[in-house]
């Protein structure tokens, strides 16, 4: 049963430390998304990468967030440093993206907690 | 630009009797339409999509939208719910002619009573 795998599940921490975030997308899948969740603003796109490349990263703000694939099995999100208002749930989703009617597939999702 | 509005923060129906989840829709051309589904610490689910043709679409769990261009609407509709329904659901869109991905409405917790 493929499925997009995220990890941690739950992380929490100090203020002004750096975090990273790593999913595995589904075997396949040319296109990986970020999302981050919260209460105040719903699901919100941080960055998008097709065939590893970046297309997209508007919604991430550029100055502490970056997003990576080393390699077609991994991406990361890293924050540095972190800070309170970073506190929501990231997801990362992928999909094959043939046309622009393809569904994405989620992960589990990464909880943060920055305190 | 592309926009999506769940108007219903909430919906409550009891189990068994019919149950709508509304979601409109904006873009300059034509849409992808989708309804995801997140269960509690779960992330997003596919349910169904409308990307061409017939305007009743069927998907997972016996949920079905019918798209109607006219009002710009998707909404999610099922015959008979269930206490399992019960859950955050996500409309989505995405214009047909932008390279933009998709934009998601700000959810409906569907609470199905016993």
């Known amino acids: 049963d493929a499925r997009v795998t995220q990890t941690p599940r739950h992380k929490v921490t100090e203020m002004g430390q750096e975090v990273t975030m790593r999913c595995q997308p589904i075997?396949?899948?040319?296109?990986v998304f970020w999302y981050r969740q919260t209460m105040m603003q719903g699901l919100e796109l941080l960055a998008y990468f097709r065939n590893r490349a970046p297309l997209d990263d508007s919604g991430m703000p550029k100055d502490r967030f970056s997003a990576e694939m080393p390699d077609a099995t991994l991406a990361t999100l890293k924050i540095q440093p972190s800070e309170p208002r970073d506190s929501a749930v990231y997801f990362c989703?992928?999909?094959?993206?043939?046309?622009?009617?393809?569904?994405?597939?989620f992960g589990q999702g990464t909880r943060l907690t920055v305190v | 630009a592309q926009s999506v509005a769940q108007p219903e923060d909430q919906v409550k129906v009891a189990e068994g009797n019919p149950l709508t989840v509304k979601c409109t829709y904006s873009?300059?051309?034509?849409?992808?339409l989708f309804w995801y589904v997140q269960y509690p610490n779960r992330g997003l689910q596919f349910l169904l999509k409308?990307?061409?043709?017939?305007?009743l679409v069927k998907g997972s769990y016996g949920f079905e939208a019918e798209f109607n261009k006219s009002q710009t609407s998707f909404h999610l509709k099922k015959p008979s719910a269930l206490v399992s329904d019960s859950a955050l659901y996500f409309c989505?869109?995405?214009?047909?002619?932008?390279?933009?991905?998709?934009?998601f409405g700000s959810g409906t917790q569907l609470t199905v009573l016993p």
């Open positions: 075997l396949g899948h040319n296109t």
């Open positions: 409308y990307i061409t043709g017939d305007n």
């Open positions: 989505a869109v995405r214009d047909r002619g932008s390279a933009r991905q998709l934009t």
């Open positions: 989703a992928s999909g094959l993206q043939t046309g622009g009617g393809t569904e994405a597939f």
């Open positions: 873009v300059s051309g034509n849409p992808y």
